[in-house]
Structure formats: C-alpha cells, structure tokens
C-alpha cells in the first residue's frame, strides 16, 4: 500500500465522518449523547464490528 493511498483513505474517512455533524448537528449531537451511555462492552462491540466489515469491504473490493 502506497502512502497517497493511505492518506487519501484517511482524507475519504474525514469527510464521511464530517458529514453528519455538518448537515444535523443536533441530531448528531442527540446520537452521541445515546453512544455515552453504552457500556463500555458495548462500545467495543460495534467497534468490532465497523473492524469486520471494513475488513470485509477491502477483501471484496481487493
């Protein structure tokens, strides 16, 4: 993996993640007041879970 790649993946992550919070700021706001009050078991769940399917996506996509 090339490092333009690397840092463009990133770049592409920045935006997506941007994009909720620019459009509906009290929405995004409300959703992570609802992701403060997981458990921590919880968190690491999901967290597990966005891993699975990122891995999965670059597998199909590679």
Do not use: K
């Not at 909720?20 to 769940?45: A, I, N």
């Amino acid at each position: 993996m090339s490092a333009e790649i690397f840092w463009s993946a990133l770049a592409l992550v920045l935006v997506i993640e941007g994009i909720l919070p620019f459009v509906s700021p009290g929405g995004w706001r409300r959703g992570f007041g609802q992701l403060m009050q997981l458990r921590d078991g919880q968190l690491r769940f999901f967290g597990l879970c966005s891993i699975l399917m990122g891995l999965a996506l670059l597998w199909l996509l590679g």
